[in-house]
């Protein structure tokens, strides 16, 4: 593995190996912040509410939700413990680089965990790990209150994770309960760093994909930088105080026979400020099977795939780079 991006980025102009090919580059045209993605208050009526998320989730396949009962000063102490940590000195970080192949050790690496074997580098650090309790004893000890802080955030965005998937449940028909256990057992966390960047426009912190999950709950702060793909157009996410961004996965994208879209979505970098988002992902234990609910399959609308274990496509998914189209394929009816 290289250095990570944010002990050398300083000073430097963007080094070949990270220039995009023109039709992946962001360009000169800053995609304008935008309104229009779905911002959903989950205080509403719960009528209400199962209309407005499945709309959003059918039309965008991302939105954002406020009011959520998640406690402001968790989310904010959850930032900034982030801020600390990638602020930490290269020594302090320097067990987190190593290279295992162990699921429940953390992982900090620059661009992606394929560095050596990439063309195009990425315009992020990442830190990774699981949050399952039985992990905690890996997680980072620096910033001293990373453990208790990160644990509690977890719990919260697991807890509203489940909450707006009940609500997509009744929204598609599906029973109750359906994603309560071994199809959200395996929640991951994943903290980007994008440091700023000598020229945003042929570079890019993440490219266009699919989260390969069931739904991934997302923290970012006021810097832009999220964009998702709606009708060939990239719109901005527009960063609000105190939202989560709530993405549908591929694997939920599936288990709905396509009656949910999973989000298309991309991060793009900036020249002036550090822009740090961690995200939730909720993740079926590898032996579950997923395939499309019993329930939203009909005559008109047969299943699009057989089932299939989740870490056999996940093992298609990081053989075909990242692509979940491609690593479905070979499960498609
Ligand atoms: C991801 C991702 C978005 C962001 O980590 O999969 O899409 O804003 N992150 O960093
Ligand atoms: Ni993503």
């Not at 959200?184 to 903290?191: K, M, P, S, V």
């Not at 266009?208 to 930088?225: N, R």
């Amino acid at each position: 593995m290289d250095k990570l991006v944010s002990s050398w980025y300083k000073d430097q102009s963007l080094p070949e190996s990270y220039i995009f090919p023109p039709h992946e580059r962001p360009g000169k045209l800053l995609v304008p912040r935008c309104n229009t993605v779905p911002v959903i208050d989950l205080g509403d009526t719960r009528t209400n509410l199962v209309h407005q998320i499945l709309k959003a989730s059918q039309e965008f396949g991302l939105f954002q939700v406020v009011n959520h009962g998640v406690p402001p000063n968790i989310m904010s102490e959850t930032m900034s413990v982030f801020h600390k940590f990638f602020e930490l000195p290269a020594e302090d970080k320097a067990s987190l680089t190593v290279h295992t192949n162990d699921p429940k050790r953390c992982k900090l690496v620059t661009s992606t965990l394929d560095y050596d074997r990439e063309k195009i580098h990425l315009w992020r650090d990442v830190l990774r790990h699981p949050c399952h309790p039985d992990c905690i004893e890996f997680w980072p000890q620096k910033p001293l209150r990373y453990r208790e802080v990160v644990a509690a955030c977890s719990i919260e965005a697991k807890k509203l994770g489940l909450q707006i998937l009940e609500l997509l449940c009744e929204g598609v028909g599906i029973e109750h309960g359906y994603f309560e256990h071994e199809l959200t057992e395996d929640l991951l966390l994943g903290a980007n760093h994008y440091p700023p960047c000598p020229d945003p426009s042929l570079t890019i912190g993440i490219p266009k994909h699919f989260d390969p999950d069931i739904l991934t709950i997302l923290l970012q702060e006021h810097i832009s930088g999220l964009q998702v793909l709606k009708d060939g157009e990239w719109i901005g996410v527009k960063p609000i105080p105190n939202a989560f961004v709530v993405n549908i996965g591929y694997i939920l994208q599936v288990i709905s026979n396509n009656k949910l879209k999973g989000a298309e979505h991309r991060v793009v970098t900036n020249s002036s400020d550090h822009r740090i988002s961690v995200v939730f992902c909720m993740n079926p234990a590898g032996d579950s099977n997923i395939e499309p609910a019993k329930s939203v399959v009909t005559a008109t609308n047969p299943p699009l795939c057989r089932g299939f274990q989740f870490k056999e496509f996940m093992d298609n998914f990081y053989s075909m780079d990242g692509d979940a189209d491609l690593a479905l394929q070979p499960f498609k009816l």
